[in-house]
């Protein structure tokens, strides 16, 4: 096994890590406001992802059809959390099945629109071919998803950090009732927390569609992933799931070069390792 193969799988694994960053990120806000998981997560990846396809294929230039799955999950999101979650009164059960019986209906509806065939869209020339690395041929695109992917957290960063909303967002997760006592609307942060996580969760899709295609069922697997990292990153730590998503792509990626079919249960047995030697996670603190 040369050193330049291993090279390439990590180059390859960090790409591949910052969509799951990106889908666990979003998860991570809704869960760290709510304290629900959000099983409606992978559905809205699909519908990101069905909804860039859908753009591209009247013309729409890519970059569009990427804001557009942000757009349009964030958009479903929030009607998801303000006509479904926010009721008071609503137990947690309810909550729970309301969301895994939301995520059963996009992926109908999305099958009734869509078909069951698989669909994928052809990214624009400038992003095609790949770029030599003197180690590897690194895909252009591969390298736009994890350059995008990182922006858009870069952004949220800023927001989380710099603003008046990301400072309620942060004390939301860690003291709702201090931010309830100070008269923040609680109601309207969770929705608007919920409708930014959801719009990530579309935006992953969307960045995935050339990569891996779409299907109706295409955000189970990506769901599934954006827990293994939320566990391990920290429940409510956001930056706990960039790193966290970073680590899980690289390890599957590695993963590959001596044991394919193992790649994504190793991520499993890693998850299962972290849960009986940190519950909390590598950077919980809860």
Not at 184 to 205: E, H, K, N, Q, Y
Not at 207 to 219: Q, V
Not at 245 to 251: A, E, I, K, Q, R
Not at 258 to 284: E, H, N
Request: hydrophobic letters at 55%; glycine letters at 16%.
């Amino acid at each position: 096994m040369t050193g330049s193969l291993i090279g390439a799988q990590l180059v390859t694994g960090l790409a591949i890590g910052m969509l799951y960053a990106l889908m666990a990120f979003g998860l991570s806000i809704i869960k760290g406001l709510l304290n629900i998981p959000n099983f409606a997560h992978g559905a809205l990846f699909a519908t990101g992802a069905y909804l860039c396809y859908g753009l591209g294929l009247v013309g729409t230039p890519f970059a569009v059809c990427l804001a557009g799955s942000f757009v349009g999950t964030a958009a479903l999101g929030l009607a998801i959390e303000k006509f479904g979650m926010s009721k008071p009164g609503r137990p947690y059960l309810f909550q729970i099945l309301f969301l895994f019986g939301v995520a059963l209906v996009i992926e109908q509806v999305l099958v009734i629109v869509f078909g069951t065939t698989g669909v994928s869209l052809t990214p624009p020339p400038v992003l095609g071919g790949a770029m030599n690395l003197g180690f590897m041929q690194l895909p252009k695109y591969l390298l736009f998803c994890a350059v995008a992917g990182g922006l858009a957290m870069l952004v949220m960063w800023v927001v989380i950090e710099k603003t008046r909303f990301g400072a309620q967002v942060r004390a939301g997760i860690d003291k709702r009732e201090m931010v309830q006592a100070l008269g923040i609307d609680i109601g309207r942060l969770l929705t608007a927390g919920f409708a930014v996580g959801s719009g990530m969760a579309g935006l992953a899709g969307g960045l995935a569609l050339p990569l891996l295609g779409a299907s109706a069922s295409s955000g189970t697997d990506m769901m599934s992933i954006a827990f293994v990292v939320l566990v391990i990153g920290g429940l409510g730590s956001l930056y706990g799931a960039v790193a966290a998503g970073l680590l899980v792509g690289v390890v599957q990626s590695l993963t590959t070069l001596v044991a394919p079919s193992a790649s994504t249960l190793l991520i499993y047995v890693a998850m299962t390792v972290v849960l009986m030697l940190r519950p909390q996670g590598l950077f919980g603190e809860r």
